[in-house]
């Protein structure tokens, strides 16, 4: 019985997701032309900033708080949900949090002159 509750435990990690919701992920500020899809169509927008947890973006439109989505740059793909909506900025939460190699590499991409 012990093994079950273990097994279901690990299957829905309800500690880790709430640890991936939490703001404690450092934010990078960046500026990246991205694209994201959803039930809305195709769009483009910029990366603003971006953390393991998620990102925030501005497109105009945005698409709607609720909506999911999949973020776009170049070999980076990832899926999440849109949490907030203020103007035509919007806040991403990542499926799946990414790994700070992931980030490092995106920062690395906006340029040298955000990292210092």
Request: proline content about 6%; some cysteine.
């Amino acid at each position: 019985m012990g093994i079950e509750s273990h097994d279901m435990a690990d299957t829905a990690l309800p500690h880790d997701v709430k640890a991936a919701d939490s703001r404690r992920h450092g934010r990078h500020r960046i500026m990246l032309s991205a694209s994201f899809y959803s039930i809305h169509g195709e769009s483009s927008g910029v990366l603003l900033d971006i953390s393991c947890g998620g990102a925030m973006l501005s497109a105009s439109p945005p698409p709607p708080s609720g909506c999911r989505l999949v973020v776009e740059r170049q070999n980076f793909e990832v899926p999440g949900v849109v949490r907030w909506v203020e103007g035509n900025r919007f806040g991403v939460q990542f499926d799946q949090p990414l790994t700070d190699e992931a980030v490092t590499v995106l920062v690395s991409k906006s340029g040298q002159q955000s990292a210092h």
